[in-house]
């Protein structure tokens, strides 16, 4: 069966250091997004990639990046991590618009 | 740019009552509108979408919703929760013909009691 998954499912990582955060599909799907969940906030959209070399940001993309060499992963990347980062991280795929989203099942990630 | 107003953050509710959910957008194009749910430590799934058509759109577990485009809302109802229905759920639109970036509620928690 297809899916969508993110690894790793927890992380805590120290103020200042690289991370990366891993989203696997097999889906298909051209459309491919991270969001970022907080008490209070809901869902807000941080990066997202139509196809292959695109890449666009969204609301709360400060201190992220992404890139997309293949179809199947977005790796989502915090440059130096901040506290203000700690948060829940969703993956998510698409086929196209109206269709609806397939959510990986998180990573939380705790910055110290 | 949309926006869109979960006015409950909290909904408790015991087990077979009714339940509404109310959400509002703010957009001055045509939308299409989704609501998800989210169980305790998961990811999250999709309950329905509203692309067109009829405005009394029904989705799994017993829910429905109603799209009103005049008052700019799609309220989410189950005539009758059960236990398992205690979850967060959020609403979310997207303009037509402008890509597929959903934008998100803030989200209602559900907690049905026994």
């Known amino acids: 069966d297809a899916e969508i998954t993110q690894s790793p499912r927890h992380k805590i990582t120290e103020t200042g250091r690289q991370v990366t955060l891993a989203c696997h599909q097999t889906?298909?799907?051209?459309?491919m997004f991270w969001y970022r969940q907080d008490l209070g906030h809901g869902l807000r959209l941080i990066h997202y990639?139509?196809?292959?070399?695109?890449?666009n940001k969204g609301e709360v993309s400060d201190g992220y990046s992404v890139s997309r060499s293949n179809t199947e992963d977005l790796p989502l990347t915090l440059e130096s991590a901040a506290s203000s980062q700690t948060s829940v991280y969703f993956c998510?795929?698409?086929?196209?618009?109206?269709?609806?989203?397939?959510f990986g099942s998180g990573t939380r990630l705790t910055v110290v | 740019a949309q926006s869109v107003t979960q006015l409950d953050s909290q909904v408790p509710v015991f087990e077979e009552a009714p339940v509404e959910l109310r959400c509002n957008y703010s957009?001055?194009?045509?939308?299409?509108l989704f609501w998800y749910v989210q169980y305790p430590n998961q990811g999250l799934q999709l309950l329905l979408k509203?692309?067109?058509?009829?405005?009394l759109v029904k989705g799994i577990n017993g829910f429905e919703a109603e799209f009103n485009k005049s008052q700019t809302s799609f309220h989410l109802r189950k005539p009758s929760v059960h236990i398992s229905d205690t979850a967060e759920y959020f609403c979310?639109?997207?303009?037509?013909?402008?890509?597929?970036?959903?934008?998100f509620g803030g989200g209602t928690r559900v907690l049905v009691k026994p």
């Open positions: 509203y692309l067109s058509g009829s405005t």
């Open positions: 979310a639109v997207t303009r037509r013909g402008a890509g597929n970036k959903l934008t």
């Open positions: 998510a795929s698409s086929e196209s618009t109206g269709h609806g989203y397939t």
């Open positions: 889906w298909n799907h051209n459309n």
């Open positions: 990639s139509y196809g292959v070399q695109d890449t």
């Open positions: 957009s001055s194009v045509s939308v299409y």
